[in-house]
């Protein structure tokens, strides 16, 4: 596979919470990737900013160290690390308080990009955005990256948008899904939108449902505090879950441009249903040999938040009426995958007879693991025997079919960030469409929380609750197995 990369301009790169675990684990190692594939210009600087004392040498180290803990090893080299460090520097910075913000106003240049990554808590998002202004920072020029959770409800998330804007264009904020910087979630819109083989099927006409699965294997771990005010409906389905939503349900867009694209996903959030909490299947976590269930874990035995949800939802639109969407996320399940499924009706009329092997065609496309887009086709099972019909796999692993190089896919973070550098907010949420999905979440949660519902408990290593198969069975449909 051949890499294109093209240098982006000049940047200063801020990055508040340099020392939490996500720059660590993932801001940090993909900017030297980025580096390493010489995307980055010489004259790119970044620079971690957090509360507490540190120098630049001892930050260099811990990125050092990160380095070599999360970049493959063939991308791993003595002279490009320390070139990339070179570029690093540090300034203790009080998000809350005037501490350090003149010596970040120093080092900011006036005549490059000017970035800003609030990587911190969600709390500290309007502090930042105050300050910036305050010590004559921001600019025309600056961008800022909000991260997860963009408020807790339909309300916050309203207040945390009129904040930003007191200091900021909608075109300066790029409120970041990581979801949206996944190869394989463009490649949703490439095969949608540049093929002529599915658009004309991709409707109620032609589709029976859709299956969308986010499954992990891992439990709330020392996340337990956040996640337990969460739960995966927040966490999970109305951000994430919904965007994956948004790409496979929304119109052509006239071009992939920032707003085309965020008025068609708009759309399809303010044509979703209510949903009924019959149609929601809600559970918890039980312990097993390899770790404790959901209420140890949050460490509150009263706990109604779920670490897993299954549920029906309905796109009410001309190209969607009558095809639901089954979406369903959750922890400590059988495999980590990540999946979208479109499942096609069966042909009109069998001319081979009732056989049992007329199988839907299905077309999945594989977030994770192994990448990829799979198409089950039914064709003649090959040798003598009369007219038997199998389903074989048209698979597309980018792995196979793009040979050496498709393992350097970048991953979602350095893609986003290098888009922020180019002023590229198509894979970023507008205020708007997370207000929306805020106003289709908050009904569904008050419904459950009304009712007093609780959680149903499911086994560890499961793919959930029994009661999230029977959503599918009573509908005659079934749920994809998760397995990796
Ligand atoms: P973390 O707790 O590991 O790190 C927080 C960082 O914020 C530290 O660098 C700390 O020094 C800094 N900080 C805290 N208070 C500050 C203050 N008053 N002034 C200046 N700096 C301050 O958090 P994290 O896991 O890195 O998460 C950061 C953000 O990213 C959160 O909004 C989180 O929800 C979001 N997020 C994290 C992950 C993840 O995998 N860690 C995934 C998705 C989203």
Same mark, same amino acid.
């Given at each position: 596979?051949?890499?294109?990369v093209i240098?982006? !301009?000049?940047?200063?790169?801020?990055?508040?919470?340099?020392?939490?675990d996500?720059?660590?684990?993932?801001?940090?190692?993909?900017l030297y990737?980025?580096f390493v594939?010489?995307?980055?210009?010489?004259?790119?600087r970044?620079?971690?900013?957090?509360r507490s004392?540190n120098?630049?040498?001892?930050f260099?180290?811990?990125?050092?160290?990160?380095i070599?803990?999360?970049?493959?090893?063939e991308?791993?080299?003595?002279?490009?690390?320390?070139?990339?460090?070179e570029?690093l520097?540090y300034?203790?910075?009080?998000a809350?308080?005037?501490?350090?913000?003149?010596? &970040?106003?120093?080092?900011?240049?006036k005549?490059?990009?000017?970035?800003?990554?609030?990587s911190?808590?969600?709390?500290?998002?309007?502090?930042?955005a105050?300050?910036?202004?305050?010590?004559g920072?921001?600019?025309?020029?600056?961008?800022i990256?909000?991260?997860?959770?963009?408020?807790?409800d339909l309300?916050?998330?309203?207040?945390?948008?009129?904040?930003?804007?007191e200091?900021f264009?909608?075109?300066?904020?790029?409120?970041?899904d990581h +979801?949206?910087?996944k !190869?394989t #979630?463009?490649?949703?819109m490439a095969v949608?939108?540049g093929?002529m083989?599915f658009e004309?099927?991709?409707?109620a006409?032609n589709?029976?449902h859709?299956?969308?699965?986010v499954?992990?294997t891992?439990?709330?771990g020392?996340?337990?505090g956040?996640?337990d005010?969460?739960g995966?409906?927040?966490?999970?389905?109305?951000?994430h879950m919904?965007q994956l939503?948004?790409?496979?349900?929304m119109?052509?867009? +006239?071009?992939f441009?920032p707003d085309?694209?965020?008025d068609?996903k708009l759309?399809?959030?303010r044509?979703l249903d209510h949903v009924e909490p !019959?149609q929601?299947v809600?559970?918890?976590?039980?312990s097993d040999?390899?770790g404790?269930g959901y &209420?140890?874990?949050?460490?509150?035995?009263?706990?109604?938040?779920e670490?897993?949800i299954?549920?029906?939802?309905n796109?009410?639109?001309?190209?969607?009426?009558g095809?639901?969407?089954?979406i369903?996320?959750g922890k400590r399940l059988r495999?980590?995958?990540?999946e979208?499924a479109?499942?096609?009706k069966?042909?009109?009329?069998?001319?081979f007879?009732d056989?049992?092997s007329?199988k839907s065609?299905?077309?999945?496309?594989?977030l994770?693991p192994n990448?990829?887009?799979?198409l089950?086709?039914t064709?003649? !099972?090959?040798g003598?025997?009369g007219?038997?019909l199998?389903? #074989?796999p048209?698979?597309?692993?980018?792995?196979?079919?793009l040979g050496?190089g498709?393992?350097?896919i970048?991953?979602? +973070?350095?893609?986003?960030?290098?888009d922020?550098?180019?002023?590229?907010?198509t &894979?970023f949420m507008?205020g708007d469409?997370?207000?929306?999905a805020?106003?289709?979440?908050d009904?569904?949660?008050?419904?459950?929380?009304?009712g007093?519902d609780?959680?149903?408990?499911y086994d560890?290593? =499961? =793919?959930?609750?029994e009661d999230a198969l029977?959503?599918?069975?009573?509908?005659?449909r079934r749920?994809?197995e998760?397995?990796a």
């Open positions: 596979m051949v890499s294109r240098p982006v !301009e000049p940047f200063d790169l801020v990055i508040f919470g340099g020392t939490g996500l720059a660590r684990r993932k801001i940090l190692p993909g990737r980025r594939d010489g995307q980055m210009p010489a004259e790119a970044i620079i971690a900013a957090a004392e120098t630049d040498a001892a260099r180290d811990t990125v050092r160290a990160a070599s803990e999360f970049v493959t090893p991308k791993q080299d003595a002279t490009c690390i320390a070139a990339f460090l570029r520097s300034v203790r910075v009080d809350t308080g005037s501490d350090g913000w003149q010596t &970040l106003a120093d080092k900011m240049r005549d490059v990009i000017r970035a800003y990554y609030f911190v808590g969600p709390g500290l998002f309007g502090d930042l105050r300050r910036l202004h305050r010590h920072i921001a600019g025309t020029r600056c961008r990256v909000v991260e997860k959770p963009f408020g807790h309300e916050s998330a309203r207040d945390l948008n009129v904040t930003l804007a200091h264009d909608e075109q300066q904020i790029y409120r970041i +979801y949206l910087g !190869e #979630v463009q490649n949703l949608r939108f093929n083989l004309p099927l991709w409707n006409r589709v029976d859709i299956q969308i699965t499954a992990e891992v439990g709330v020392g996340r337990g956040y996640y005010k969460a995966a409906m927040r966490d999970m389905v109305q951000n919904m939503l948004c790409l496979i349900a119109e052509p867009p +006239y071009a441009e085309a694209v965020r068609e759309k399809v959030i044509a !019959e929601i809600r559970g918890q976590y039980l040999e390899d404790p &209420l140890e874990d949050v460490e509150n035995p009263d706990s109604r938040t670490s897993f299954a549920m029906k939802l796109v009410s639109n001309w190209r969607w009426k095809t639901p969407f089954y369903r996320t495999a980590r995958t990540s979208i479109i499942v096609f069966d042909p009109p009329h069998s001319i007879g056989q049992e007329h065609n299905v077309l999945v496309i594989r994770q990448e990829g887009i799979n089950k086709v064709i003649k !099972e090959p003598p025997g007219m038997r199998i389903e #074989v048209l698979d597309m692993s980018f792995k196979e079919a050496p498709a393992d350097d970048p991953d979602a +973070y350095e893609r986003l960030i290098m922020v550098i180019r002023g590229n907010q &894979l507008r469409e997370v207000e929306a805020w106003g289709w979440a009904p569904v949660i008050a419904g459950w929380e009304e007093g609780r959680p149903i408990p560890a290593g =499961s =793919s959930g609750p029977m959503l599918m069975h009573r509908d005659g749920w994809r998760v397995k």
